[in-house]
């Protein structure tokens, strides 16, 4: 089985509301799309992820959920596309690496920032998705500056590395588009349900314009 798009999300909320049927493709934005639940972190995001890139054969892989915002002017609600990911808890500088790249068993290094689909979508807003398997949590946001003024994280998530790399050894496409769940101050929503109606339609908005944005053929385009 081949679809066009591989829609991933961490969570059954975070992706349900989407598409009309998980688990199975769909018609969305005149494309064939799968959507599946991977799980948090990277490493259940990343095998899953692969996992099904070998099963559906796609022709670009899209990740979608909440994050954590790190720039002070995103707020609850704002829909994020990040240009570029790096996974900031991965820090082997002291054995002559950049900031988030790792030895591979060929004998290259991982890059320490992927490159991701990120066109002009309208309502959207361009950041750079840093990747942990931690929680960003407003205390360690204030004692590590260094993740807004070195690596210029504008969100944070627990996936998108993972998720990218799969595509990035699989050599096509991947695009991510978060939803922003906690602001750089730590705040959430103080009505959960309500904020997650709105988030699954603010990302299904992002998605139906990402798929049919027009793009030149590029290693990071559609």
């Not at 089985?1 to 989407?18: C, N, W």
């Not at 996974?87 to 920032?113: E, I, K, M």
């Amino acid at each position: 089985m081949s679809v066009d798009v591989l829609l991933v999300a961490p969570l059954k909320h975070e992706l349900e509301g989407i598409l009309t049927k998980l688990n199975e493709p769909v018609l969305f934005a005149s494309r064939r799309v799968i959507g599946l639940v991977v799980g948090v972190g990277k490493i259940a995001s990343g095998i899953a992820v692969a996992h099904a890139i070998a099963t559906y054969k796609p022709a670009v892989v899209v990740l979608v959920g909440y994050c954590g915002a790190l720039e002070e002017n995103l707020a609850i609600g704002d829909i994020v596309c990040a240009s570029k990911v790096v996974q900031y808890d991965l820090d082997l500088r002291a054995f002559g690496l950049d900031w988030g790249s790792t030895f591979l068993g060929d004998g290259s290094h991982a890059p320490s920032f992927l490159p991701l689909y990120c066109p002009a979508i309208e309502g959207v807003k361009s950041v750079v998705m840093g990747t942990a398997d931690r929680f960003l949590v407003r205390s360690y946001r204030e004692e590590h500056p260094e993740l807004r003024e070195v690596l210029h994280l504008g969100c944070s998530d627990m996936e998108g590395y993972a998720v990218a790399f799969a595509c990035h050894a699989a050599n096509i496409p991947c695009a991510i588009i978060r939803v922003v769940s906690d602001d750089a101050a730590g705040r959430r929503p103080k009505q959960f349900p309500a904020f997650v109606r709105e988030a699954t339609k603010g990302l299904r908005n992002a998605l139906q314009l990402l798929l049919e944005s027009p793009s030149e053929k590029s290693p990071t385009s559609l």
